[in-house]
């Protein structure tokens, strides 16, 4: 039995989304990080760096969701990963891209007006965040002129990572209006069985 530890409202989400998408059956298991059950000798054993997202499946542990992606794909669904070395290569590089690149300003921006009390925010460090995001997305809007997905026109891991991040916009409010093909590429995904039923869990 699979076994996920994490919230599918954290970065965890991607690894829940991909768990659906693979069709798997799994259990869930919730990390307290207030009272330091992520500091834990039992968490410690499953995971030293006291993180999550963490998989288990029977003797088998593996944490980084985009780690933990690439093996429920290669285990469960390998058509996730791609059917080339090339496709598999484009596949690493915007998965990677999404979280070294694209995540980074959101999730300063997320931290400053989510997590942080409106008085004692830095204004500095929003502008700055807004400021990188545009030029980011261009790139991806222009990946998508005239295509459904990202790599050989089929939804795979990097639709499903990428856009993972791209959906940090909602949470901190920026204007997505103007890039027209993330969005239609953006319904286009939230129309899948696997990325209605990870939206469900996050209720």
Known sequence: MITIYGSPKSSAGRCFWCLEEAGVEYSTKSIDFSAGEHKSEAFLQINRNGKVPVLTDGDFTIWESLAINNYIADAYKP??????????????????????????????????????????????????????????????????????????????LADLNTSFVVSICDDIKFDLSEYSNINQWRNRIAERAGSKQYKALCK
């Open 79 to 156: 058509e996730l990963l791609g059917t080339s070395p090339q496709e598999r290569g484009l596949i690493s590089q915007w998965s990677i891209w999404s979280v070294a690149d694209l995540q980074a300003p959101m999730i300063q921006a997320f931290i400053q007006l989510v997590f942080v009390p409106e008085p004692r925010r830095d204004a500095e460090v929003i502008k700055k965040a807004f400021e990188k995001i545009p030029g980011m997305l261009n790139t991806l809007e222009a990946e998508l002129e005239g295509k459904d997905y990202l790599v050989s026109n089929t939804f795979t």
